[in-house]
Structure formats: structure tokens, C-alpha cells
């Protein structure tokens, strides 16, 4: 994938002197992002957006065709088409469209890290637009890093946060008597625990997060944070995590000899008994498992004491939108109070919600403390006072790649 991507860029950069450029225009009617937004909305009643991205999850899926998708229809008369895809297929039809000077066909992208930079690099994003939407100034800290950075990449202004993910470790709670919450702790359960804990191989997103935790819990964030994405300097500051991974390795299941590929692999793990422990990006997820009764009610979740990774998810606009107003509409109902609290709820979606609770009226507050976040859910208080940010996005594929080569596993 990312070896399509680094094409993409460079393809990209060929043949940007004759393709179109993207700056928010909407045709013959001008810049879009010069108009009154109650023009904006004018103009959006009645339309189609198009809302590509990731469809991996039958929640969330449900949450943007039933809440977001009805929400839409009953404020502005707009139609909402959900298109699942992969985000390195998404990019690749902005490039072809971009390379044909044909029209657009996405109108918002869920997109991250990475691929953000990509799209950003390559100009295949409409330009900076959050300035234009009410409720990004109204409900967001704009200030706020996680605001104004995607994996370590600056947003100016390209794409809207719509939801926070935090890692967090589960557990069956009726077979674990004390969960750890360090990497000296972890090491100790699982040679109590032989061959009842492991995680997904990298470059699996959750699995990759883990290893990024581990690194952050031994050699500590402050030391990796601004490394520059050169692979030997990054593995020889990583190698303590690395030598601490090839140490658990013979406890984990099935002796390390194999990893789960992904993390629905292993979650059909845990639900199953193989294992007693799980982990996951979603710190809401465990509980929405509980009560579709695909994990057992005993399942808690609980963070290192050092704290665990956090990100923020966002959405963008492509350069040839074919609904620039709708597209915006769209994204500035997802900040919406009511929407953010709505995906909140585990029995929706269970996002973390990326409002600044400081500008919240006391009504507003109450949407929030309202929600049945259940026994399996860590406070969003607590959440947020462990969060340590991401790494840049140029060093994940390097740690994936030093992981690869120094943990072996069957067959390699």
C-alpha cells in the first residue's frame, strides 16, 4: 500500500502543471468558501453527498446511514450516499480523476496520517475550509494539537476532526485477577499466563499500536517524538522495545510462532476463550461487543499507568468535489453537539467525541453524562488524562518495518 502511495505522489507531482488544481471553486459559481453560510446551505438543499471511507464496521456504518443519513434529510433535504472503500483506492480515484481532468465523483473523505499527507502533497485535497464551518469554532478547542496536527502533519485547515480513538488493553475480568498496567507487569502475566495473550502483527493498525505503546512505555514518547524517519536512527533508539518484544515473544500464544493477521482475528480470539486478553483502538468497542454478546459480560478495559496512544480521525474534501456546499453541510452537522453525542453512545458507535467540554452549556454537558457508557467503558475523564499523541506518520512504517525484521515468525 504504501509503496502505491509514494507513486501516487510522484506521479502525481508529474503531471501537476497541466492537471486541475482544487482551492474549494464550485464551477462558473465561484469560490464556495467566499460565500455567506446561509448561501452555502441554500445551495446544498436538495443535493447528494457522496461520503467515502473506510466500511469495516457494521456500527459505524449504521450510525452514518441511519443517524447522520436521517439528521441530513430532515435539516437540509440532503441525501447522504455512503460509499465503503479502501482509503489507498480512494486515493488512487482522486488521482485518476485528477490525471483525466475528469469530474468528481467523492464529495467527503474519511481520511489520516499518511495517506492526509499524500493527498495533501499530491494537491488532491480542496484547500483549507474549517474556518467556514459554525460549529468548528463554536464546539472545538481550534487551538488544541490534535486540532491542528494528523499524525504529526500540519492540517491547515484541510480536513475536520470528527471523532477521537484512544488505545486501550481488554480483559475478561472473571479469568485475570490483576491486569498489568506496565511493560514489566505485561511480561510477568504472560509467563503466568503462557500462551493466553498476544497481539495482532504489525502492520495491523491495533497491533502496530501496540508496539508503538510498548516503545513509549520503555524508551519513553519524549525520546521517539521527533526522531527524523531515518530507519537505522529510529532502530537503534527503538531497540530496547524491540529486544523487550523478542523476550515475550516465547509466552505469547502459540509461542510467538505465528501472529493474529488482524484484530478481528483476534477478537474472535478472546470471544472464543483463547485468550484472556484483547486490545483495541475503540475504547468503547469492548462494551458494544458486550451487549451484542459477542464478548463475555465480565470484559473491562484499563490503560498502562504510563498512559496509551490517542488519535483524531478526520474528514476532507477532495479538490473536484462535485457538491462542495453539501460536502461542508455534511461535515459541520458531524460537529454538531447532538451529532457528537449521538456517536458517543457504545450502543451507536462509542467515537470519543472531539467537543471541547469547556464550551458546553450545562444542558449541553448533560447529552453527554446521560450516555450508558456500561462496565466495560473507561471514563472519558480518565481517557483523557492518559492520552499520549502519535508519532509522526513517517515513523510508523519505519517501527512496522523493524518489527518485521527482528521478530520472526513461522515460515520467514
Known amino acids: 500500500m504504501r509503496k502505491v502511495l509514494s507513486i501516487l505522489i510522484i506521479l502525481t507531482l508529474a503531471i ?8 474549494g471553486e464550485t464551477n462558473e459559481e465561484g469560490n464556495v468558501l467566499d460565500k455567506d453560510w446561509k448561501e452555502i446551505v441554500k445551495e446544498a438543499k436538495g443535493t447528494e453527498v457522496s461520503f467515502y471511507g473506510w466500511g469495516g464496521s457494521q456500527q459505524t456504518n449504521e ?25 489507498e483506492d480512494i486515493l488512487n480515484k482522486m488521482l485518476s480523476e485528477k490525471q483525466l481532468d475528469s469530474e468528481g465523483s467523492i464529495d467527503v473523505v474519511w481520511i489520516n496520517g499518511e495517506n492526509f499527507s499524500t493527498a495533501k502533497k ?3 485535497l480542496m484547500g483549507t475550509f474549517t474556518d467556514v464551518l459554525p460549529n468548528f469554532e463554536k464546539n472545538l478547542d ?3 494539537e490534535e486540532v491542528k496536527k494528523d499524525f504529526g502533519h500540519e492540517v491547515d485547515g484541510m480536513e475536520a476532526p470528527f471523532g477521537k480513538a484512544q488505545f486501550v488493553m481488554i480483559y475478561d475480568e472473571a479469568r485475570v485477577d490483576k491486569y498489568p498496567v506496565n511493560h514489566k507487569e505485561l511480561m510477568e502475566f504472560a509467563k503466568s499466563n503462557k500462551g493466553k495473550f498476544t497481539y495482532p502483527a504489525p502492520p495491523d493498525f491495533t497491533g502496530s499500536a501496540f508496539v508503538r505503546n510498548i516503545i513509549y512505555d520503555i524508551v519513553g514518547y519524549e525520546n521517539v517524538k521527533d526522531l527524523e524517519p531515518n530507519k537505522e536512527q529510529v532502530k537503534e533508539k527503538i531497540m530496547p522495545a524491540i529486544g523487550y518484544l523478542q523476550e515475550l515473544k516465547p509466552y505469547l500464544w ?9 484484530i478481528a482475528q483476534l477478537d474472535n480470539m478472546y470471544a472464543d476463550g483463547e485468550v484472556v486478553m484483547d486490545m483495541t483502538y475503540n475504547p468503547n468497542s469492548a462494551e458494544a461487543k458486550v451487549r451484542t454478546g459477542e464478548f463475555p459480560e465480565s470484559t473491562r ?19 473536484n468535489s462535485p457538491n462542495n456546499p453539501g460536502a461542508l453541510v455534511l461535515i459541520n ?6 451529532a457528537q453525542a449521538s456517536k458517543y453512545d457504545p450502543k451507536n458507535w462509542g ?32 481517557l483523557l488524562t492518559n492520552r499520549i499523541p502519535e508519532l509522526p506518520a513517517d515513523l510508523v512504517p519505519i517501527i512496522e518495518e523493524i518489527w518485521l525484521e527482528n521478530i520472526p515468525t513461522e515460515g520467514e
Open 301 to 319: 478495559t484499563f490503560l498502562f499507568e504510563n498512559g496509551t496512544i490517542g488519535n483524531t480521525h478526520f474528514l476532507s474534501i477532495p479538490f
Open 16 to 23: 501537476s502543471l497541466v492537471a486541475c488544481g482544487g482551492n
Open 333 to 338: 452537522e458531524i460537529l454538531s453537539i447532538e
Open 254 to 262: 502459540r509461542e510467538g510462532k505465528t501472529y493474529p493477521a488482524t
Open 351 to 382: 467515537d470519543l467525541p472531539v467537543i471541547d467540554n469547556s464550551k458546553l452549556s450545562e444542558e449541553e454537558k448533560a447529552l453527554f453524562e446521560e450516555i450508558d457508557l456500561g462496565e466495560a467503558t473507561l471514563p472519558q475523564e480518565e
Open 142 to 144: 481550534v487551538d488544541s
Open 122 to 124: 499530491s494537491d488532491l
Open 63 to 87: 450510525w452514518i446511514d441511519g443517524f447522520l443519513a436521517d439528521t441530513m434529510k430532515e435539516k437540509y433535504d440532503i441525501k447522504v450516499n455512503r460509499v465503503p472503500m479502501n482509503i
